[in-house]
């Protein structure tokens, strides 16, 4: 018999001895296989230097139904005067920026603000480069045709403003606490430079944007981060923002 023949012969028993064997246990070759495919050391490891509030990067404005009503969240805040500033550093809070998925919060907050317009840097995929969008506290639509307009022209503002977390409550926070604070997206807005500059650490008694329309959302938004971190308001921060949302009874907060 030629060698060719007793090759075929070979190769057909084989098969059928293999098939004889998948007939009394067909699941003997999946588990082989699916033990393979997925090995330990491809188990998803977690992400370094990520944000406890990656999953609240949702869009500016966006509330849900289900949350609870600003007013009635208000009442719940304790009133009291503010504490000593005593001690009071940014770095108390945090150092820098986070990074989430290889881009900065700054960076994911600014292409959050800036929505589908935003033209992002080919070279790191984070930056963005030129975009366009309303802003929020003077309500006029701005455009940005370059990186230098950006960086010149937005700042990032803590909503509750760090120096004033600090004088009604922060300060009694944990370290974790303070820096969960400080970058939860919640309490984030890319905003006009020279318009948060004259905001500085001022609470809504003393401070409101001048984009009426955005006022009702703006101090919505200063009761979620309160009640959320436990924070107060003075009385006159209190009867501010419960005048405010007397023409928007039903402004709700957010994630709260």
């Not at 990067?57 to 000593?84: C, F, H, N, Y």
Request: hydrophobic share 35%; glycine share 4%; charged share 25%.
């Amino acid at each position: 018999m030629k060698s060719r023949e007793k090759r075929i012969i070979a190769a057909t028993v084989c098969l059928v001895a293999i098939s004889f064997l998948l007939y009394l246990n067909p699941n003997s070759y999946q588990k082989k296989i699916t033990k393979v495919e997925t090995p330990e050391s491809t188990a998803a490891e977690p992400v370094a230097n990520s944000s406890p509030q990656d999953s609240e990067l949702s869009p500016l404005g966006e509330t849900s139904s289900k949350e609870p009503l600003a007013k009635d969240v208000l009442e719940k805040l304790a009133i009291k005067g503010r504490a000593p500033k005593t001690g009071y550093a940014r770095t108390e809070f945090y150092n820098s920026w986070p990074t989430i998925d290889g881009c900065s919060l700054r960076q994911r907050i600014i292409k959050r603000e800036l929505g589908e317009s935003a033209v992002i840097s080919s070279k790191d995929n984070c930056t963005v480069v030129s975009g366009e969008y309303d802003e929020p506290y003077t309500g006029k639509h701005l455009i940005f045709y370059q990186k230098s307009d950006l960086s010149s022209g937005i700042q990032i503002d803590h909503v509750v403003a760090l120096s004033d977390a600090w004088q009604k409550g922060a300060q009694n926070l944990t370290k974790e606490e303070r820096y969960n604070l400080a970058t939860d997206p919640l309490n984030l807005l890319a905003v006009d430079a020279k318009t948060n500059q004259g905001k500085s650490d001022r609470d809504a008694a003393t401070w409101l944007p001048s984009n009426v329309s955005f006022r009702c959302a703006y101090v919505a938004r200063q009761v979620s981060v309160k009640y959320k971190y436990s924070l107060w308001v003075s009385q006159a921060e209190h009867d501010k923002i419960a005048e405010v949302l007397t023409s928007c009874p039903n402004e709700r907060t957010v994630g709260v």
